[in-house]
């Protein structure tokens, strides 16, 4: 007998929940290295409001080269094909319910125990910026963005409702469904005592800016430009594929910066562009590295060299946007540094050199939370605000019309 049991039902019962919510975030970012599963408990006051968010377990699942290349192909407009397109899909979500098991496993706890999924999915592309679409009275500016990965599988798979398609409703609100973690980033770092950056650098940057004695209103965030992304694949083109990242910066580390072409770069057109603003993959990737190898190859930059200063590109483009955007409004005491770019030292130790003095460049793990964990917890908390009935994005951030409930729900 077909149950009777309806979102609405899910939703009630989710809200008269007395106590605290057990929610598993799932992120795989534009880094293509694999999934971030956490599980945070999620406690409330009388009136329903975030208390306190607990990072109770944290699963790692890093994809195989295999699967990496298969997403990867479809974030290029050379080599993206629609049989790909919807096999990895469906396939994605098998990585997406493997980790939630694992996780539960690793936790010691049941299926029955999580209360839901918070699942972001795969962004393979991200568009942000309008283009007339044909309309039934005329062309209509549409942008977008899209996510893969099934929330039915997942939900089949692990026996547990899954909120997803996070970004969309940002964007159908006039927004650019980016940047979201800052929603959760005021309530896990925001200080009445001093302002601060919360600098996430995976495949792309992103900054959110914490000014201090601001309420939820005045957090202000962006798109920095390329994170990761450049440096990783000129390590993974110079290399032949034995390295996939630059290990600890130890490459750039023996190179030398051509600061000209650093300097060169920084007039990409992005970088001009005022928040609120977004970028990825289908602007800084294979073309854009392609492009950069040459500009390095023709200045006779060794492979060390060239490391060096797609590095400095990273620094430059992040110090460069708190230069223009946020240090002439607000004072910034500390950088905390998230993603895969906190374990590069080298990348840490660029970014401070070309800070003003006086602001301290550390990372998220010294305030508790791990480096890598910090969006998927982020995508955690915005499912709960989502199943509360709350809005989860900013539009002083995203460039919405208004704030907006996120996602839809899989039971």
């Keep these: 007998m077909q149950s009777t049991y309806t979102e609405k039902d899910f939703i009630l019962a989710y809200r008269a929940k007395q106590s605290d919510h057990r929610v598993i975030g799932l992120m795989s970012g534009t880094s ?220 750039a580390e023996k190179g030398t910066v051509a600061e000209e072409l650093v300097t060169l770069l920084m007039q990409d057109a992005y970088f001009q562009r005022t928040p609120p603003k977004s970028t990825g993959r289908e602007v800084y990737g294979k073309n854009f590295t392609k492009d950069f190898l040459t500009l390095a190859s023709s200045r006779g930059l060794s492979f060390e060299d060239s490391v060096a200063t797609a590095t400095a590109f990273t620094a430059e483009s992040i110090t460069r946007s708190y230069k223009d955007f946020v240090l002439p409004h607000f004072s910034i005491a500390k950088v905390l540094v998230c993603g895969g770019g906190a374990l590069n030292p080298t990348l840490l130790h660029m970014i401070q050199q070309r800070l003003p003095e006086g602001i301290e460049v550390t990372t998220t793990n010294s305030y508790g939370v791990p480096d890598q964990a910090r969006e998927a917890m982020a995508f955690a908390v915005m499912g709960h605000e989502s199943l509360m009935g709350r809005p989860g994005n900013l539009p002083a951030v995203t460039g919405a019309k208004r704030p907006v409930v996120l996602g839809v729900v899989t039971l």
């Design 32 to 251: 293509l290295d694999g999934v971030d599963a956490v599980l945070v408990n999620i406690k409330t006051d009388i009136h329903a409001e975030i208390e306190n968010i607990q990072l109770v377990e944290h699963y790692y699942l890093p994809y195989t080269d295999a699967i990496r290349e298969k997403v990867a192909k479809l974030c290029r407009l050379d080599s993206a094909r629609i049989d790909d397109l919807v096999y990895v899909h469906f396939g994605l979500s098998e990585w997406y319910a493997q980790a939630v098991l694992s996780l539960i496993k690793k936790a010691g706890c049941s299926a029955e125990e999580i209360d839901a999924i918070c699942m972001h999915g795969q962004t393979v592309w991200h568009a942000p910026i309008p283009q007339d679409f044909p309309g039934p009275s005329g062309p209509i500016p549409v942008k977008g963005t899209l996510q893969l990965g099934s929330s039915a599988v997942v939900r089949e798979r692990t026996g547990i409702p899954v909120v997803s398609d996070l970004r969309s409703a940002d964007m159908a609100a006039g927004g650019e469904g980016a940047p979201l973690a800052p929603f959760t980033d005021f309530q896990l770092f925001g200080s009445p005592n001093e302002g601060r950056i919360i600098q996430n650098i995976g495949g792309i940057g992103n900054a959110t800016v914490l000014p201090m004695r601001v309420g939820k209103a005045g957090v202000f965030a962006f798109d920095t430009g390329p994170g990761n992304m450049v440096m990783d694949a000129v390590v993974e083109i110079g290399t032949k594929g034995i390295h996939r990242y630059d290990p600890e910066g130890s490459i």
